[in-house]
Nanobody
Framework: VQLQASGGGLVQAGRSLRLSCAAS????????MGWYRQAPGKQRELAAE???????TYADSVKGRFTISSGNAKHTTFLQMNSLRPEDTAVYYC???????????????WGQGTLVTVSS
């Protein structure tokens, strides 16, 4: 199973960015996908996640500004980030809880991080 993330970059405060993530490989079932982020010197934290039935969870700090959604293509997710703030600067990691066809057990899979930098 592989996760491919894209969409990071440098933006000014108040602007928007959209992150994309696609899972591929030996996927039997997908339970949820989401994004964690890690700012310099801080622990990794959940930013947003979406379940296979569409329920969403957001960190308090991003509620009302970030929207996570599932793509039309299978096993894809997007994170629309609006009204970005300098404190949103972090490496964003896509993850998915997947049952692979090889093991039929749930496991957490991670994509490479994508850097989001918000300038003031």
């Amino acid at each position: 199973v592989q996760l491919q993330a894209s969409g990071g970059g440098l933006v000014q405060a108040g602007r928007s960015l959209r992150l994309s993530c696609a899972a591929s490989g030996n996927i039997f079932s997908l339970n949820r996908m989401g994004w964690y982020r890690q700012a310099p010197g801080k622990q990794r934290e959940l930013a947003a996640e979406i379940s296979s039935v569409g329920s969403t969870t957001y960190a308090d700090s991003v509620k009302g500004r970030f929207t996570i959604s599932s793509g039309n293509a299978k096993h894809t997710t997007f994170l629309q980030m609006n009204s970005l703030r300098p404190e949103d600067t972090a490496v964003y990691y896509c993850y998915a809880r997947i049952s692979s066809t090889k093991t039929l057990r749930w496991g957490d899979y991670w994509g490479q991080g994508t850097l989001v930098t918000v300038s003031s």
